[in-house]
């Protein structure tokens, strides 16, 4: 497999995670055969595990594989089997990845733009021109990223994990939620979900300097 295709691995094995996007048969198929071309003697049960099927179903799409010339198979013992891609089927995968890979920017791309007018739209409504993020996560990121090209000044980071002091995100320095004074902004946005009630808590013991507390 080339080096792109093992990079990949790992974000495809994720898509049968994400709760909004169904799985479908091109998914599943490639997923199969990534995990054929990483372990040849991969066991039935694996394999489906792998693309979140049933063992019958997974044996449906081998025997797809087979038939189809993108895989041969050898008996190891009389229980067990070896698979290998063939030409065509390394070809195949890889131009599956590939097509993969390009819908995931695609909707990358789409989910930012959303993600960047429902927060402009958020931020328009609270009269906010100068921002603070609190905390440094991945959703702040998001955020960040969302906000790049937009009107908004986000003047820095606060996060509680010393850890994260004095680190970059995207340009911004990360800074001690003490420092929300120095950063002069029009309101603190809470970048979490699952630790908002603690985040607004810290809040709560910060002079806010008249910034308001924006929740997603």
């Known amino acids: 497999m080339s080096s792109y295709a093992g990079v990949l691995r790992g974000l495809v094995q ?3 995670n994400l709760g909004f996007l169904k799985p479908t048969a091109s998914l599943r198929k490639m997923l199969l055969l990534s995990e054929l071309n990483r372990q040849p003697r991969a066991s039935q049960r694996s394999l489906a595990a792998c693309a979140g099927i049933s063992v019958s179903v997974a044996n449906e ?3 797809g594989f087979l038939d189809g010339g993108l895989a041969t198979r050898r008996s190891i013992n009389q229980r067990d089997y070896a698979y ?3 030409r065509e089927g390394q070809a195949y995968l890889t131009d599956q990845l590939l097509r993969y890979l390009r819908e995931v920017f695609v909707l990358s791309n789409s989910a930012r733009a959303e993600i960047a007018l429902y927060l402009e739209g958020l931020l328009r409504r609270e009269n906010v021109s100068r921002l603070a993020v609190y905390p440094a996560g991945d959703v702040a990121e998001s955020i960040l990223d969302a906000l790049e090209n937009s009107d908004i000044d986000i ?4 996060d ?8 970059t995100l995207h340009g911004h320095d990360v800074l001690a939620g003490k420092h929300l004074a120095d950063l002069s902004v029009d309101a603190v946005l809470v ?6 009630e603690a985040i607004l808590s810290r809040l709560e013991a910060i002079e806010l300097h ?3 507390v924006v929740c997603l």
């Open 14 to 16: 994720e898509a049968r």
């Open 61 to 63: 799409y081998l025997s």
């Open 84 to 86: 290998a891609l063939t």
């Open 155 to 158: 003047a820095g980071i606060l």
């Open 160 to 167: 509680d994990d010393r850890g994260r002091q004095g680190m």
């Open 191 to 196: 970048a979490t979900y699952q630790h908002r």
């Open 210 to 212: 008249g910034a308001k």
